[in-house]
């Protein structure tokens, strides 16, 4: 497939060419002849996989082609795409404005952290398409320096991020100022239940354009799994962090609520732990972040969507507490350990329950997980405990 046969018009092809593309990615050739068609896409996508050329260069070609709908206001926005960090906000802009250069579109973007002025500046002079993140563009929303009326295309890119940041209320009175009859695209590199609720509460019809992620873990990690039931492990993953006192570890669990109570049991035995999760505030989140990055706090215990905006690269150990039955995700998760060729341990707890989720873990690293004898102890105190 070439970009050609995707029906663009010659402004977007040069910009194309001059980007130095040659064939469009999977996504985009999934994606673009829905969205020229004014469909509504669910998109399960990654960052890396060419997915903001995928609904850039239709939207901004949708835009120049003026039938769209000539009754547009001037001045009104008429794309709006919101996504959950001001560094991401940045790069769909810079891509709008590489792709949409020869095109005429004015385009802007509004995130939080700093000045507000030279936005508002922007969006006074009108701009076609705004790239924002939900907080900020809120507050310019309430200072009557931007109007939601005119939009026609709206897209929440990494979606599923922005959920697990709590930006939930926010979209929810961000879209109820954008006119219900308009093309709605979300993308998501995740399709957790509250995405699909979302995508099914504001997507009419949807089409929906998938892409494989690509799994590859270093090969500097040892991966280890302990044959451990359910009620035996707190105890096993205290007497492991015991061993390494000062290292930073990162224990993932299935649920939220698993992880504050594993979190009180670490702490109770001493261990310094913080749970991070998508029930956190925002300040909750920061702070337990920030004391993980210093090793104030050396061990996390998180939900696999909490984890996946995190940025430490040197963890030592990564612990697969409940051992999840998508064996992408925990390709996902142990990517966070043995970076850069730093040495990594991946150690998962496998109960009788999760033994399938192992098998299928193993089917996809094409190796089996190093089975580790659990240390005699745990279990006799275990019985010695519940006895
Ligand atoms: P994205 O997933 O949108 O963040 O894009 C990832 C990177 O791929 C960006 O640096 C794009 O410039 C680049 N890219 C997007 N589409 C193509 C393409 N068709 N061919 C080559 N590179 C591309």
Redesign the pocket.
């Known amino acids: 497939m070439r970009?050609e046969d995707l029906r663009l018009t010659e402004p977007l092809l040069r910009a194309?060419r001059t980007?130095?593309?040659?064939?469009?990615?999977p996504?985009?050739s999934q994606a673009i002849p829905h969205v020229l068609a004014g469909r509504d896409v669910l998109g399960c996508?990654?960052?890396?996989?060419?997915?903001?050329?995928?609904f850039a260069l239709p939207i901004l070609q949708r835009l120049s082609d003026r039938s769209l709908r000539g009754t547009a206001p001037a001045g009104q926005i008429r794309a709006l795409i919101l996504c959950p960090t001001r560094e991401l906000a940045q790069?769909i802009h810079d891509?709008f404005r590489?792709y949409g250069q020869h095109t005429g579109v004015r385009q802007t973007v509004v995130y939080g952290g700093v000045n507000q002025n030279p936005q508002a500046r922007a969006l006074r002079a009108g701009v076609d398409v705004l790239v924002a993140t939900p907080g900020r563009l809120l507050d310019l929303m309430g200072q009557r320096l931007v109007s939601l009326a005119g939009v026609e295309i709206l897209v929440l890119d990494e979606a599923d991020r922005m959920l697990d940041m709590g930006f939930l209320p926010d979209i929810r009175r961000i879209l109820a100022q954008v006119p219900a009859q308009r093309q709605t695209l979300l993308f998501a590199a995740t399709m957790p239940d509250a995405i699909r609720k979302l995508a099914n509460d504001i997507l009419c019809h949807p089409v929906s354009v998938q892409v494989a992620r690509v799994s590859a873990p270093a090969e500097t990690v040892a991966h280890w799994v302990y044959h451990v039931e359910q009620p035996e492990k707190p105890t096993l993953l205290t007497r492991l962090l015991a061993r390494t006192p000062r290292a930073r570890a990162l224990v993932f669990t299935r649920t939220k609520h698993g992880a504050d109570k594993l979190t009180r049991h670490l702490l109770r035995a001493g261990v310094r732990a913080a749970a991070l999760h998508g029930n956190k505030s925002q300040g909750a989140r920061t702070r337990a972040l920030a004391e993980f990055r210093s090793a104030q706090t050396p061990v996390l215990v998180a939900t696999d969507i909490a984890a996946r905006g995190l940025d430490v690269d040197d963890i030592a150990q990564v612990f697969n507490y409940d051992l999840t039955p998508d064996p992408e995700t925990y390709v996902h998760r142990i990517g966070r350990t043995g970076r850069a060729g730093a040495s990594g341990t991946a150690v998962s707890f496998c109960s009788a329950q999760e033994r399938a989720n192992l098998r299928g873990i193993e089917r996809l690293l094409r190796a089996a997980l190093q089975t580790v004898a659990v240390p005699r102890g745990d279990s006799q105190q275990r019985r010695g405990m519940s006895a």
């Open positions: 970009f194309v980007a130095g593309y040659r064939t469009p990615t996504i985009q996508a990654q960052t890396g996989t060419g997915k903001t050329a995928a790069q891509s590489t």
